[in-house]
């Protein structure tokens, strides 16, 4: 009894918040939307945060499909992520979901399409004695 008592005070002092955060969380987040469009010299993908009744926690990055990579909520980056394992003159398709902190997964965001620039070359030339 005195526990309950105690949660409530508790619950009361942080407006409730401690009560909803016990409470299982079911509801994923909202889809990811795109901030901008990738920048030229890599990929770079930036894109909008996403709501949660409780709290996003991670977002997970696809590249065609395929799972690229995670970037924690309080990345110090911010919402963004750097795809620099790609091949010069090739069409990429991104999404982004997001999740929260009780492991629900949103649906994937629309995907940009990216292709990827030719890639820098340097030519050396020796000098023959």
């Known amino acids: 009894m005195h526990a309950i008592i105690r949660l409530l005070l508790i619950a009361s002092f942080l407006g409730g918040f401690a009560l909803k955060a016990m409470a299982q969380d079911v509801t994923p987040p909202s889809v990811p939307t795109w901030a901008g469009t990738p920048a030229q010299e890599r990929v770079r993908l930036v894109w ?23 970037v924690p909520f309080d990345n110090p980056s911010g919402l963004e992520y750097l795809d620099s394992n790609t091949s010069p003159l090739t069409t990429y ?9 009780a492991g629900n997964l949103s649906a994937q965001s629309t995907a940009v399409l990216f292709t990827t620039g030719i890639a820098d070359t340097a030519v050396c030339k020796s000098k023959e004695k």
């Open 93 to 101: 398709s991104y999404t982004v979901a997001a999740r929260d902190a």
């Open 48 to 70: 909008n945060t996403s709501t949660d009744d409780v709290s996003v926690t991670a977002y997970y990055i696809y590249r065609d499909g395929a799972y690229i990579g995670g």
